[in-house]
T-cell receptor, first 114, second 112 residues
Framework: DTGVSQDPRHKITKRGQNVTFRCDPI?????LYWYRQTLGQGPEFLTY????????KSRLLSDRFSAERPKGSFSTLEIQRTEQGDSAMYLC????????????FGPGTRLTVT | TQLLEQSPQFLSIQEGENLTVYCNSS?????LQWYRQEPGEGPVLLVT?????EVKKLKRLTFQFGDARKDSSLHITAAQPGDTGLYLC????????????FGKGTKLSVKP
């Protein structure tokens, strides 16, 4: 399977704990996006990377959120001091710039903060 | 702020019926994509429309991009239970960042 993968698929954590999610994009894709989707809503943009550089962050990405993409391959999204409002599906998508606009999504990580 | 409004929000029909889902905006998009999402899964790309007035067909699904590139529609002919899912439209404003702006989706249920 050469699609976008995400790990874990599900995470249940207690309020105040830190969590980290991983995304492995399609191998030749140089751009990687993180989105968040809450119940009844479409995905909302959080941040994106061009290779290893983080080029933009949404205002949705509070100081408790940090993302990295070392070496321009996989990416991690960390949430510190989780709050119940962080409960959502966190989606990763990748694309190769210059070849089209289609973004390919991973299966997502469902976070539940209790 | 660019917004995409999808209608209807929910749609429940019988197998064999036809349906149309709409995606509207006051903003112009350089392209628009349609995705289908199953519960607990990520969105799966169905089609991308780029040119105003463009029509694309994918088996029983017909996608149209408005002439002004502000709206789009998805028509399903003879719906089947396997078509059940959340249909999302997403617009690309053509900016350098390339992030997609999504509508809230249309939740379709096709009953046998």
């Amino acid at each position: 399977d050469t699609g976008v993968s995400q790990d874990p698929r599900h995470k249940i954590t207690k309020r105040g704990q830190n969590v980290t999610f991983r995304c492995d994009p399609i191998s030749e894709h140089n751009r990687l996006y993180w989105y968040r989707q809450t119940l009844g809503q479409g995905p909302e943009f959080l941040t994106y990377f061009q290779n290893e550089a983080q080029l933009e962050k949404s205002r949705l990405l509070s100081d408790r959120f940090s993302a990295e993409r070392p070496k321009g391959s996989f990416s991690t999204l960390e949430i510190q001091r989780t709050e119940q409002g962080d409960s959502a599906m966190y989606l990763c998508a990748s694309i190769t710039t210059g070849t089209g606009v289609e973004q390919y999504f991973g299966p997502g990580t469902r976070l539940t903060v209790t | 702020t660019q917004l995409l409004e999808q209608s209807p929000q929910f749609l429940s029909i019988q197998e064999g019926e036809n349906l149309t889902v709409y995606c509207n905006s006051s903003s112009v998009f350089s392209s628009l994509q349609w995705y289908r999402q199953e519960p607990g899964e990520g969105p799966v790309l169905l089609v991308t429309v780029v040119t105003g007035g463009e029509v694309k067909k994918l088996k029983r699904l017909t996608f149209q991009f408005g002439d002004a590139r502000k709206d789009s529609s998805l028509h399903i002919t003879a719906a089947q239970p396997g078509d059940t899912g959340l249909y999302l439209c997403a617009g690309d404003n053509g900016g350098s960042q390339g992030n997609l702006i999504f509508g809230k989706g249309t939740k379709l249920s096709v009953k046998p």
